[in-house]
């Protein structure tokens, strides 16, 4: 059997892959460090609104407005999507699922009990190999989607 030098397991991919990639598989601990992490920076994003005054839009201080805030939730939009996607392929389910959150309230509730508390698949799936498989082997899904037809 020959050696398969240039399959793309989880370890090794890095942070574009990440954020900016539908393909392959996530564990709840990398969702969670995304979430929390986005949501840090959202929140510096505001009181940097307030710190330089950009809260207030036109005379009216009833009215916030806040460009900065904005921006960044704005770029965040993407990352979040790929990253909830690959959360959904982690249960073996299609990104597509991410729609469920349209929802209102069961949908939201849903996808954090999903992708936010529940293990995903065990072993490898259509999406990829386990990103929990810590023994450094090479997955047969890997193996597969490295394999030429």
Request: charged letters at 20%; one cysteine or more; aromatic letters at 12%.
């Amino acid at each position: 059997m020959a050696a398969v030098t240039s399959v793309t397991t989880p370890s090794n991919r890095g942070l574009i892959w990440l954020l900016l990639s539908f393909d392959g598989r996530i564990n709840r601990a990398k969702f969670w460090l995304f979430e929390v992490v986005s949501t840090v920076i959202l929140i510096i994003a505001v009181r940097l609104d307030e710190v330089l005054g950009l809260d207030v839009l036109g005379d009216d201080p009833e009215t916030k407005y806040h460009p900065i805030f904005m921006i960044v939730f704005f770029a965040t939009i993407y990352p979040s999507i790929c990253i909830l996607g690959k959360r959904w392929h982690d249960h073996n389910k299609s990104a597509w699922m991410i729609l469920i959150k349209l929802i209102p309230f069961v949908g939201w509730l849903w996808t954090l009990i999903q992708c936010g508390f529940l293990r995903g698949t065990v072993g490898d799936n259509q999406f990829g190999p386990d990103p929990l498989d810590n023994t450094g082997r090479i997955s047969k899904a890997a193996v597969k989607l490295a394999a030429p037809d």
